[in-house]
């Protein structure tokens, strides 16, 4: 089994900028793809990034279009962390973000993909 527990939500002004974190426990061994997700109110849970295990100098890497600009995955093996860097935050960013991980060797897009999921950390963006 894995654990991950997110970090670093919170209420920020539009423009600003927030960075989340998640870290990874157990069987970490076994996680090829971190990624993050998000939900908004009343509504599917969403890709928004995710990086592969292997991941080197920003590579290996893939974002919805909709925070591909805007926001920067990153990982620490060593650590089993990964972080979300979101910029230039909008309105439209609010949402619950989950951190999520997978065993399988290729970046998903669909949450049914992932196996381990975290609690899920609120994310609000004031205009």
């Known amino acids: 089994q894995v654990q991950l527990v997110e970090s670093g939500g919170g209420l920020v002004q539009a423009g600003n900028s927030l960075r989340l974190s998640c870290a990874a426990s157990g069987r970490t061994f076994s996680i090829y793809v971190m990624g993050w997700f998000r939900q908004h109110p009343g509504k599917e849970r969403e890709f928004v990034a995710a990086i592969l295990a292997n991941s080197q100098g920003g590579g290996g890497t893939s974002y919805a279009d909709s925070v591909k600009g805007r926001f920067t995955i990153s990982r620490d093996n060593t650590k089993n962390t990964v972080d979300l860097q979101m910029n230039s935050l909008k309105p439209e960013d609010t949402a619950v973000y989950f951190c999520?991980?997978?065993?399988?060797?290729?970046?998903?897009?669909?949450?049914?993909?992932?196996?381990?999921w975290g609690q899920g950390t609120q994310v609000t963006v004031s205009s």
């Open positions: 999520a991980a997978r065993t399988g060797p290729i970046v998903e897009v669909r949450p049914s993909r992932y196996d381990y």
